[in-house]
């Protein structure tokens, strides 16, 4: 995935918060909202080796794409 078609995935979100700077996703409405950002977000926490339980709420930048610090 690109930063293009991320940034159009984000927009078009329609669940989870919503601020200026990102989107709050809950873990469960991942899957229901884009396929796409479930396997984006599915490959991140496989590669930082964080399990089910280690977080329950995904952060997407509106500007950028990269991981919060």
């Given at each position: 995935?690109?930063?293009p078609q991320f940034r159009n995935?984000?927009?078009?979100l329609r669940l989870g918060k919503r601020l200026p700077d990102a989107v709050y996703l809950h873990q469960?409405?991942?899957v229901t909202a884009f396929p796409e950002l479930a396997v984006l977000t599915e490959r991140v926490t496989t590669?930082?080796?964080l399990g089910l339980?280690?977080?329950n709420v995904a952060k997407f930048f509106r500007r950028d794409f990269k991981l919060p610090s």
């Open positions: 995935m690109d930063f995935l984000v927009a078009e469960s409405a991942i590669t930082l080796k339980g280690a977080w």
